[in-house]
């Protein structure tokens, strides 16, 4: 699937677009074309499109306010369960209910950070397929509000097969970042199969 984001403002972009790469080994893929640029006071002030995981997507995303001058990372991500064993934990879905999608957890790591640092935010989800020869069009969605408003979003548009599959974005603080409470939105969805919404936190101090 090929997703195409634009821009008000094409002078933010602040990477190439790059293919990415996967490994081979089945642990965690880094996808290298799929960095997104630092904060240019908008969200979505970044776009760069890849190849993720072999299969065409791309990630859009941006910081401001609170988090501007940060940098988003590259995108990682690694299949956990095949769809076989991700049914086995779903006893209530049967394939007469189509595609579903379940967030199984969100995490932030460091769960504290300083400014500087960088904090991953993962985002584990069941892709339940009637079959284990669809492919499923899915949106990842990371949103961070900092006192109720949105300084933050990295969204990405990637094809799944069925199984569990657990993705990381990687953000890198600012030397300026405001101390607080940051709450992390996550949510996934694709047509027809539903949306899933998820929330945690992570605290940056001085």
Known sequence: MRKIVSLAAIAALVAPILAGCAAQNGGMREH??????????????????????????????????ALAGGLVGNYHDQQEKNLADTRRAYTEYTPAKGTRLKIERVRTTPTSAVPGDTVEIQLTYAVLTPREDVMVPVRENREILFNGV?????????????????????ITLP??????NYRVVASVETRGGGKDIEEITFRVHR
Do not use: C, F, M, Y
């Open 150 to 170: 949105k300084v933050g979003e990295a969204s990405v548009d990637i094809e799944r097969e069925g199984g569990t599959w657990r993705s990381v974005v990687p």
């Open 175 to 180: 030397q300026n970042a405001r101390p607080g």
């Open 32 to 65: 290298q074309g799929a960095a997104i640029g630092a904060g240019t006071g908008a969200v979505g002030g970044a776009v760069v499109g890849g190849l993720l995981g072999g299969r065409r997507g791309a990630v859009a995303g941006g910081l401001l306010g």
